[in-house]
């Protein structure tokens, strides 16, 4: 019994003997020694190991990494979609601001509109529809605007007064198929009526004489007959087309309105009636 438990004793020592003269051998060896050799030989052959694990689980720590900070991310996102929109809104604003702005120089000095007195109004309502070509303005009775004055802007006419309440007017505009405006081609001389064609955005010109020379791009300006319901000299607009056919009575005249009425802001009404 004495020698049966005697041996594990001994091997028990053995081993760490060993286990101490190696890390003796090793720490002198400055880890070039046969145990060096052998951690580097183990080191190397566990290297295939240990890339591959670490492609696997590569992946799964960029997942979790990402997953860690997913709401940073979504917030980053949200503060520049924020930046974005707000730069567009301010340069949307200042370029209304700079189109608002030309349309009131340009109705500074209307060469047109003489020394007729005029009542400077910002178009509050557009159209409804396609159909309705009416707008009103922000001044009315008040202001001096009375039914039947005229109505232009900075390129030339836009309609008449047709209703006016203390501090509203609403204006025809001259697309309006009940609207009719006496006009004079400048080049010819001719007179005709330009009138309305409602949703189109043109005007059709009567009367013109079918033997007259009328040129794509010659002006028509009102005429300012006895009566007439405009001032002479204002432009209306420009032909786009003329055409006569044979044994016709008239040419089918084209003009194109020198205002774009799809997009006013600022009108001047004319304090002008027709001489009895």
Wanted: neutral net charge; proline residues 6%.
């Amino acid at each position: 019994m004495s020698r049966r438990s005697a041996r594990p004793r001994f091997t028990l020592l053995l081993l760490a003997l060993t286990a101490v003269t190696l890390l003796t051998l090793d720490e002198r060896s400055g880890g070039v020694g046969v145990v060096g050799a052998m951690r580097d030989g183990a080191r190397d052959a566990f290297a295939p190991v240990q890339d591959a694990a670490g492609a696997v689980f590569r992946p799964v720590g960029d997942f979790v990494q990402g997953a860690v900070h997913y709401g940073d991310v979504e917030e980053e996102n949200a503060r520049l979609r924020q930046q974005l929109a707000e730069r567009d809104a301010v340069l949307l604003e200042a370029e209304n601001a700079a189109r608002e702005r030309q349309a009131l120089l340009d109705q500074q000095d209307l060469e047109f509109a003489g020394d007729i007195p005029a009542v400077a109004a910002r178009v509050v309502v557009g159209p409804a529809s396609s159909f309705d070509v009416t707008v009103q303005i922000d001044r009315g009775r008040n202001a001096g605007v009375a039914p039947g004055m005229p109505v232009v802007a900075g390129a030339g006419l836009v309609g008449r007064v047709v209703d006016v309440s203390r501090s509203r007017a609403t204006i025809l505009l001259i697309t309006d198929p009940k609207s009719s405006v006496g006009v004079r081609l400048a080049g010819s001389g001719d007179v005709g009526v330009a009138a309305g064609r409602g949703s189109r955005s043109t005007l059709r010109l009567d009367y013109v004489d079918p033997a007259s020379k009328v040129d794509r791009g010659e002006a028509a300006v009102t005429s300012g007959l006895q009566q007439s319901a405009f001032p002479p000299g204002v432009p209306v607009g420009t032909v786009v087309a003329a055409r006569s056919g044979p044994g016709a009575l008239q040419q089918d005249v084209t003009v194109e309105p020198a205002v774009d009425l799809r997009r006013l802001t600022f009108v001047k009404v004319l304090q002008w009636s027709p001489a009895p």
